[in-house]
């Protein structure tokens, strides 16, 4: 039988409704990925989308030491009375305490690696007892099995696109760091607007799972261009404008060839890769969209692109100051960047900072 596509948020939710009918206490799931690469836990999909907490939250996985040993020993954790969180220093652990009684968490791996956690809370102390927790952890397996078809074929892809460019010996300005920055800036401008535009942490998760494909285009481009240390020539540069629609091409291949492990909201991705070099003014390419007939996901990679492109290094020019490349986005605002992301940018100005301190280029000189 044919079925259409469903979230795992929808996934999520049916899921919860079935277990409200015998156990009504546990009034909330929650499921947080883990990124190895930046030691982050966020805030993948919960069943309750009208709770007002903890949403599209992220904090640092060794800053929380009980899921740390959790993480750590493999085995789950239930906090019987979660009023000895009340005290606790991260905000998730205060929140979970206000409002809930009693806990019980997994977490869940692929081939040993950490993929993130299964939290289950409850409105009465003492409720995950053995008979409880051994139904649980059932639906953790099942949990487990809908979150890894969904988030393998990205994490696939990306791998995949990461391969070809090591074995062709491609090298560009997308260096690893550049792609967590890119990510990383995408998702302040997006967790600001989140409730303007409706984007659930679900959508949230997958615009940082792409974030590093939306250049994959530049694989069709020799590196004579891609290199060149100084200015490109007409010809240049318009050859160098085509990485966007042979990205489109590329992702045209890939949902054909991955038909069996399917690429979910991969809206996300064609807008990401065909619309983040489109500027509000219809100056951009490769369709001259203006405006707000740019997709919100281009607009947002346009703003964490060019700041992290102008405040590194490339061979053929040397980095701007922090302050000069905020300037440069605030100069364009409304001519070259949609003024909302701007300022959703400029407005989160310290984290912005602390991206760009954590994960700055070491020695290397990025092309």
């Not at 460019?165 to 800036?185: G, P, Q």
């Not at 007409?234 to 060839?257: A, P, R, S, W």
């Not at 069996?260 to 969209?289: C, K, M, T, V």
């Not at 100069?331 to 407005?347: E, H, R, T």
């Amino acid at each position: 039988m044919k079925h259409d596509f469903r979230t795992i948020t929808e996934e999520l939710y049916e899921l919860h409704q079935t277990l409200l009918d015998q156990w009504p206490h546990l009034v909330r799931i929650a499921v947080a990925l883990y990124d190895d690469q930046t030691g982050m836990l966020h805030t993948f999909v919960r069943s309750d989308q009208s709770q007002l907490f903890l949403n599209h939250y992220s904090a640092p996985l060794n800053e929380i030491p009980s899921l740390s040993e959790v993480a750590a020993n493999g085995k789950p954790r239930i906090i019987k009375d979660l009023s000895v969180l009340n005290e606790a220093r991260t905000e998730h652990s205060q929140v979970i305490s206000q409002n809930f009684q009693s806990s019980f968490t997994e977490p869940f791996y692929f081939n040993e690696a950490l993929l993130g956690f299964i939290f289950y809370d409850a409105t009465q102390v003492n409720y995950f007892d053995e008979h409880l927790t051994n139904q649980l952890t059932a639906y953790t397996r099942l949990m487990e099995a809908l979150v890894t078809s969904d988030v393998l074929p990205v994490k696939t892809l990306t791998a995949l696109v990461e391969t070809t460019k090591e074995v062709t010996r491609l090298k560009d300005a997308e260096t690893n760091k550049h792609l967590i920055r890119m990510a990383s800036y995408m998702e302040i401008i997006v967790i600001e607007l989140a409730e303007k535009f409706g984007f659930s942490d679900e959508q949230i998760e997958y615009m940082w799972f792409y974030a590093p494909l939306h250049d994959v285009g530049k694989l069709a481009i020799k590196d004579e261009i891609l290199m060149k240390p100084g200015k490109l020539t007409v010809d240049q540069y318009k050859t160098m404008q085509t990485h966007v629609n042979e990205g489109l091409m590329f992702l045209e291949t890939i949902e054909k060839n991955f038909k069996f492990q399917p690429l979910h909201h991969i809206n996300i991705l064609r807008d990401l890769i065909g619309a983040h070099h489109e500027r509000w003014d219809g100056s951009g390419y490769p369709l001259s969209l203006k405006g707000e007939a740019i997709p919100i996901v281009g607009r947002i990679a346009a703003v964490a692109d060019v700041f992290d492109a102008v405040s590194s290094d490339r061979v053929y020019r040397q980095a701007w100051p922090i302050e000069k490349a905020l300037n440069y986005l605030i100069q364009n605002k409304g001519i070259l960047f949609d003024p909302i992301c701007v300022d959703a940018f400029i407005k989160n100005k310290d984290k912005v900072l602390a991206v760009s301190k954590k994960y700055q280029e070491t020695s290397e000189i990025n092309p």
